[in-house]
């Protein structure tokens, strides 16, 4: 994929793009609908997240959002534009979202959910689907489409893989919202800091991980989970054997390997 032109990005409504540090930021830029999702901003974010991958300026992806919430779920006005379609238009958007949730979770990039406010319902699915999720005590999670007679279809299936039946079964047929201290014993969070340090706390974990780990493994490593889980046992051990050995020949790892055996730090951010 090419490159989206600068003023490509710059003409976005709905989403921020900027890079700084090997660290590029997404941001969701609607804090007046409670960064609330729409067949526009899902656009956007699929161009941003394309942008982004291509970015040599960006190692790592961090998705934040301005404003109190993170994110909604589905704009009021365009859950009433909804009500006027028909089957082959309903499929047509719902494969709108599965495709961006398909981008996020297969991006060669790690991404890091920055949630500094509620993720309800396809906002929750927005926090669910990033590889790690830093989020502070104020938020709130849940997957309400069950209370409005609608279904959280497409994050179940990243959901089940994520964190198990019995906790999906919970959260998807009660819907129920829950403390961020619940989403973190959950498994849909990874870190839990206080509101202030928040980013400075994604930040420092952003630059880690870019400073101390291979981008190439990286890559590797997350295509690796995302395609084992669907293959019987001796398919994805064979798999696992075959990307172990075409990793031992790769260039990072003869410079991993040479710095490890000279007790030489190595810094992969150059």
């Not at 709108?96 to 979770?105: A, E, G, R, S, V």
């Not at 994050?155 to 079964?169: D, H, M, N, P, Q």
């Not at 403390?179 to 509101?195: R, Y």
Request: net charge negative.
């Amino acid at each position: 994929m090419e490159n989206m032109p600068t003023q490509e990005l710059e003409d976005l409504r709905f989403i921020r793009y900027e890079a700084q540090d090997s660290i590029g930021y997404i941001t969701l830029n609607r804090p007046e609908k409670r960064n609330a999702l729409s067949a526009e901003v899902v656009t956007e974010l699929k161009q941003a997240f394309e942008f982004a991958e291509d970015d040599e300026a960006c190692k790592v992806i961090v998705l934040r959002a301005e404003g109190d919430v993170f994110c909604a779920g589905a704009d009021l006005a365009y859950i009433q534009e909804l009500q006027g379609f028909g089957y082959t238009d309903n499929l047509a958007d719902s494969t709108h979202l599965m495709q961006l949730f398909h981008q996020i979770y297969t991006l060669k990039k790690v991404v890091i959910g920055q949630v500094q406010g509620h993720a309800l319902a396809g906002g929750c699915g927005l926090a669910t689907i990033c590889d790690f999720a830093f989020t502070v005590p104020e938020a709130k999670f849940g997957y309400t489409e069950v209370k409005i007679g609608f279904l959280p279809a497409i994050v179940s299936v990243f959901l089940l893989r994520k964190i198990g039946e019995a906790r999906t079964k919970q959260l998807l047929l009660t819907g129920d919202v829950i403390t961020a201290q619940v989403a973190l014993e959950f498994g849909l969070v990874n870190f839990l800091v206080p509101k202030a340090e928040l980013a400075d706390n994604v930040y420092r974990f952003a630059r880690r991980l870019c400073v101390e780990n291979s981008s190439q493994s990286m890559e590797t490593t997350k295509e690796m989970l995302a395609r084992i889980p669907e293959m019987p046992l001796e398919d994805s051990l064979r798999y696992a054997a075959r990307l172990n050995a075409e990793a031992r020949g790769s260039d990072d790892c003869r410079r991993g390997i040479a710095a490890f055996l000279a007790k030489e730090k190595i810094s992969w951010d150059n």
